[in-house]
Every structure is written in structure tokens, then in C-alpha cells.
């Protein structure tokens, strides 16, 4: 079956640009999260989504940063005026529920982005 | 907040040996899930195992086993009879309305 998508795979973008990188969930996964995941260091939680709910955006490491999420489905996550302290692996999970529920997430391959 | 914390940055086992990844974690929730996630280096986040709070016995995959002390909020991962595609990332997590991950174990089997 289709797991958590995202694209592009791998970004390479100049200092000052902005970005914008996708995540598809699996389909009627309800939680979609996005994590920050830098070299050789864990999860850095960015914002989460969970159903119709405002989303959780307190990971936001600043105001260039922002996500939608579409639908219920498909986020979009846009850094703003790119920095070379962006450059990380940015990863989509998504789950079937939150809370009271068994909670696993499913990640996706991640988008590695490289600010020059 | 809940943080969870992997204090070996870096192990190595040899294969087909056992190896035991440590993790703690720390909460005033009595109900809750942990995690063992594996990141190999293609990058795919694969959970390993999981365990639920409110259950004593601790939750076993295959050669993947789980030591969970709840009183002592310790969550260890115990990999048996280690084979070379075990070599990755290993990243403990809590859940609890939000998921918190350590910072991670790097595991290199050694053939």
C-alpha cells in the first residue's frame, strides 16, 4: 500500500529564496506532523496538524516558517527567505490518531534541503 | 513537557552478538506509548517496536525486545543475534498527545 510521500526528495536553493516542500499522508490518517531532523542530530519537532484542530505550531524555529494543510491530506511546508542554518533533512509522519489511540507514526523518506 | 534522553550517542556490536540501547524518559503521565524507531541510512524512519504504559509485559519483535521499567521511566531496547542490516539510527519516542524523541543511538554492526 501507499505509505507518507514527499517531494522533492532533495532540494538545493540559494540563500534568501523561498521553499516550499510537500508531504502526502496515507490516506485517512487523521495527525500529520513535521520534524526538522539536522546532520547526525534527532527530531526537532516543527508543527503538528490533527483533524480539523488548529494546528500545534509551536516547533516553528521562526517566522519564516509555515505550513498548511489542505483538506484534511496533502501539507505544504514553506520557508521563507531561506538561511544557511535551514539546510537539514525536513521529515512528514503521519498517523491514524492521536490521542487514545495506538499512535504510530509513519514517516516518510524526507526532503534533504541544502541552502548554499 | 516530556523529554526523553538516549545517553549513548554511538555503540558498535559485533554480529550475531546482543546489544542493549539505553533510554529514560521523563513524565507525570501514567498513560502513555513508547517507541523504538529504526533509521537506517537510506533515511526511512521504521518503527521497531512499541509499548503501551499500562501494560507490564514488555512488548517483544522477533530478535527486538524491550526492558520497560515504569517506576524508573526507562524504556531499553535489546537487539538479539544482531545482523548487519541493523546497522542505523535508533531513536527512542513518547507519546502522549505529542510524539518526543531522544536524540538518537547510532548502532554500527560489525561483522
Known amino acids: 500500500g501507499a505509505g507518507v510521500s514527499q517531494s522533492p526528495s532533495n532540494k538545493v536553493t540559494e540563500k534568501g529564496k523561498d521553499v516550499e516542500l510537500r508531504c502526502d499522508p496515507i490516506?485517512?490518517?487523521?495527525?500529520l506532523y513535521w520534524y526538522r531532523q539536522s546532520l547526525g542530530q534527532g527530531l526537532e519537532f516543527l508543527i503538528y496538524?490533527?483533524?480539523?484542530?488548529?494546528?500545534?505550531k509551536s516547533g516553528l524555529p521562526s517566522d519564516r516558517f509555515s505550513a498548511e494543510r489542505t483538506g484534511g491530506s496533502v501539507s505544504t511546508l514553506t520557508i521563507q527567505r531561506t538561511q544557511q542554518e535551514d539546510s537539514a533533512v525536513y521529515l512528514c509522519?503521519?498517523?491514524?490518531?492521536?490521542?487514545?489511540?495506538?499512535?504510530?507514526?509513519?514517516f516518510g523518506p524526507g526532503t534533504r534541503l541544502t541552502v548554499l | 513537557a516530556q523529554t526523553v534522553t538516549q545517553s549513548q550517542p554511538e555503540m558498535s556490536v559485533q554480529e550475531a552478538e546482543t546489544v542493549t540501547l539505553s533510554c529514560t524518559y521523563d513524565?507525570?503521565?501514567?498513560?502513555?506509548?513508547l517507541f523504538w524507531y529504526k533509521q537506517p541510512p537510506s533515511r526511512q524512519m521504521i518503527l521497531v517496536i512499541r509499548?503501551?504504559?499500562?501494560?507490564?509485559q514488555n512488548a517483544t519483535e522477533n530478535r527486538f525486545s524491550v526492558n520497560f521499567q515504569k517506576a524508573a521511566k526507562s524504556f531499553s531496547l535489546k537487539i538479539s543475534d544482531s545482523q548487519l542490516g541493523d546497522t542505523a539510527m535508533y531513536f527512542c519516542?513518547?507519546?502522549?498527545?505529542?510524539?518526543?524523541f531522544g536524540t538518537g543511538t547510532s548502532l554500527t554492526v560489525i561483522p
Open positions: 519516542a513518547f507519546m502522549k498527545n505529542q510524539f518526543y
Open positions: 490516506s485517512g490518517h487523521t495527525a
Open positions: 496538524f490533527q483533524g480539523n484542530s488548529a494546528p500545534d
Open positions: 513524565t507525570s503521565e501514567n498513560n502513555y506509548y
Open positions: 509499548q503501551e504504559a499500562y501494560k507490564q
Open positions: 509522519a503521519s498517523s491514524l490518531e492521536l490521542a487514545g489511540g495506538r499512535g504510530e507514526q509513519f
